[in-house]
């Protein structure tokens, strides 16, 4: 009887482990992925130490800060339009970028310090209870708009490109708000068509 | 060589034929192991060593990776000073003068005064206010205000944006906090209003 519960029990022990390395991803950028919160456009996003809503997302073939100097996306600028604030302690969202459907990630480039009339909202300090105002922009083609989504999160940004095969470095459970654009390859067609030759981007401020 | 077994009995081969002496026989396989003379004994002591053995196997480098975690993570060793008291802080006094709501949020000036050369500057100071919740608005300093001399007080004034409707009820916070920050507790003054 005894050798049959042992029996019993190895049996059992031997399928827990085969369910938990099932569900246990191998690779480590899975494994230590970052704390992904999905939200919609309009509504706040609560991601870790910060809240974050994407008031509306807009596209140009040109931006301005000042009507002067007049900065060329490579594609077309989209201009993510965002309020955001801390939940507990000053922070910057210094990671920004669109991920498209297929994996691309267009992060927010120079042509974003530029665009900006003051200090884009990356460099803005958030704080708590103070929503702080501003937009990323990002220069994308508009093939790739379609199923996008708009990322941003707290942690540095990435400088340099990681090693060979090994994945960007600093993500590991890091908190990030997701919030995808909505566009489908008619809405992508139509924002893109409807863009303005020129837009005015107006810096973070409160 | 001949491959026809030998009459003579091997030495250390079991005899196939079950012994004479009582208690000189191996137990049969079957035979239950806390069964067997001695056995019960036997799992008692290796119940007893496995339970010295795995709590330290297994607690030990936890809480050597706790005691890392809390000698590296941040927390503040915190001096709580009463109104209109004063407090050490990175080698000067400190004391909150008042603080004040502007349009946008709040203002508090403090009297500081340096106790000896490394007492001078406030860079490595930082200025907060704090809620009863945690959270935490950290003010600008004037940077005009670095290098005072020894012994003669000086009044810092900071101040930033808070929402109007905590303006009332925060508390100033001096942290020191320096660009390479030892390993232990910051400390921190917090001043009440």
């Keep these: ?206 | 060589m001949s491959a026809e077994p030998s009459e003579a009995p091997e030495v250390g081969r079991p005899s196939a034929e079950p012994s004479e002496e009582p208690g000189a026989g191996r137990p049969s396989p079957e035979e239950p192991e806390a069964g067997r003379p001695g056995g019960g004994r036997r799992n008692a002591w290796t119940a007893a060593a496995l339970a010295v053995v795995l709590p330290v196997a297994v607690g030990l480098p936890l809480w050597q990776q706790l005691r890392y975690y809390d000698r590296h993570r941040y927390h503040e060793a915190v001096t709580t000073v009463p109104a209109g008291g004063g407090a050490v802080l990175n080698h000067a006094s400190w004391r909150l003068l008042d603080l004040r709501r502007t349009s946008t949020g709040v203002r508090m000036r403090f009297r500081m005064t340096p106790l000896d050369k490394d007492g001078t500057s406030t860079l490595e100071d930082l200025f907060e206010v704090r809620d009863e919740r945690g959270r935490r608005w950290q003010f600008d300093r004037d940077p005009l205000l670095d290098m005072v001399e020894v012994g003669r007080p000086v009044t810092v004034s900071v101040g930033g944006p808070v929402p109007a409707d905590v303006a009332d009820r925060v508390f100033p916070v001096v942290r020191y906090a320096p660009l390479k920050q030892a390993p232990g507790p910051v400390p921190v003054l917090r001043f009440r209003r």
Excluded: C
């Excluded at chain 1, 140009?60 to 989209?78: E, I, K, L, M, Y």
């Design chain 1, 1 to 206: 009887m005894r050798r049959v519960v042992a029996a019993l029990t190895g049996l059992a022990l031997l399928v827990a482990a085969w369910w938990v390395k099932g569900r246990t991803p191998d690779d480590y950028d899975h494994r230590y992925a970052p704390l992904a919160t999905e939200g919609r456009i309009g509504a706040p996003v609560r991601a870790g130490g910060f809240v974050v809503r994407v008031d509306r997302v807009t596209a140009a073939r040109s931006a301005t800060p000042d009507g002067d100097q007049v900065v060329r996306p490579d594609g077309v600028f989209v201009i993510v339009a965002v309020s955001a604030q801390s939940r507990r302690a000053p922070l910057l969202l210094t990671t920004a970028l669109l991920r498209t459907r297929d994996g691309y990630v267009y992060r927010d480039t120079v042509k974003n310090v530029i665009a900006n009339d003051g200090d884009p909202v990356e460099m803005a300090t958030l704080v708590p209870g103070v929503w702080t105002h501003g937009s990323f922009v990002f220069e994308v083609p508009p093939s790739k708009l379609a199923g996008a989504t708009f990322v941003v999160s707290d942690r540095a940004a990435n400088e340099k490109d990681p090693p060979k095969d090994f994945p960007a470095f600093g993500f590991e459970l890091t908190a990030e708000a997701d919030v995808p654009l909505g566009l489908t390859e008619a809405g992508a067609r139509r924002l893109v068509a409807n863009a303005p030759e020129r837009a005015t981007i107006r810096g973070a401020g409160t």
